[in-house]
DNA sequence: GTCTATACCCAGATAGAC
DNA sequence: GTCTATCTGGGTATAGAC
């Protein structure tokens, strides 16, 4: 099956891996116009500014990770936490090694103020929502922590596993890190 | 008492705070000159580029935090795994408030491969070897994970905390989050 | 819709006077 | 040791021909 992509189509999905692996800054609209095949000032007929192809990934990423997690979650109803927070994870570096704090830092540092609160608006409901609504099932009342809070804590101990020849975790599995997270490093004093 | 800093340190001081901020390509030599009150040239005199700058931040910043790492880990033999991983965090972010993923980051991918492997031996020293110690003292023989991958975890789970005007970790308290890495979010099943 | 040519800016770094 | 002036290169973005 020959993939017969517009130029736009082509553009966005180079520029998505640029951005997400080495962020905003380090991606030149030369490397992106050189991998897509054509010329950078080409990029300029298909967007307006380098920050508009930027908006135009996020969006299309949110999209197609907020659908297939809202699936993940609802269609592993019997699951365990730890199964579903596993499949979570693999489904994440598999098909989106996106790497976590420089997306979130470009979002907020990188971003003009007017595009800021749309792109957190649909990070949030992408990436956070799904998650929030799967602890929101386990969590007894009186846990000290909100669903959201442990949501994004959630993030921050499998961002370095996501992302692409990270090497921060050096031996670690996706089991490892899941069972870590739910279950800590030492038994309770009960 | 009058501080009677050199241009030398000043330099190095103002530099510290924007690469452990912002990151190496993020901050131009024009901002640090600006900022120690010289000229940007002037920076050239007291280093040869930009990159021996970064060196001279980290090397200084990584004898400090391994020195104090050190210190807090042996002053503390008596105290509870979750009492000295607290006050670990708790000086990480009052006196070295450093972006952890762009300092990595910084590390691995902006600095020339001739300096990598220093300036990620000290960084190894300083951050990690004072925690893998640590966690020696409490792990079991049949802990499925090293405590190297252990300290990594950890570290990963903090930075957002740590950081400046990060935003990511919304409510969370230092004490909720050595709780959540210690014992985790649910109790085993024994 | 894609190209060549180029404007414009900001970066790191150097030359040379004082 | 610090300055002014300047070089060189890379970045984003625009003009205009085809």
Chains 1, 2 share one sequence.
Do not use: C
């Amino acid at each position: 099956m020959i993939p017969r992509m517009t130029t736009k189509e082509i553009i966005l999905e180079v520029a998505g891996d640029l951005f997400m692996d080495k962020g905003f800054q380090a991606t030149s609209t030369r490397e992106i116009a050189m991998k897509a095949g054509i010329t950078q000032p080409n990029l300029y007929h298909h967007f307006k500014t380098k920050e508009d192809i930027y908006i135009a990934v996020l969006e299309k990423l949110s999209l197609e990770v907020r659908e297939e997690l809202n699936h993940l979650v609802t269609s592993t109803e019997n699951g365990s936490l730890v199964e579903r927070l596993q499949g979570i994870l693999d489904y994440l570096k598999e098909k989106h090694p996106v790497n976590f704090f420089i997306m979130s830092h470009d979002m907020t540092h990188e971003i003009s103020s007017d595009n800021h609160q749309h792109l957190y608006k649909i990070w949030q409901e992408a990436y956070l929502a799904p998650i929030i609504r799967l602890f929101d099932e386990y969590l007894s009342e009186d846990f000290p922590l909100s669903s959201n809070d442990l949501a994004r804590y959630y993030y921050a101990t499998i961002a370095p596993f996501i992302q692409k020849e990270s090497g921060f975790y050096k031996q670690i599995t996706s089991e490892q890190i899941i069972y870590l997270f739910v279950y800590g490093i030492l038994d309770r004093e009960n």
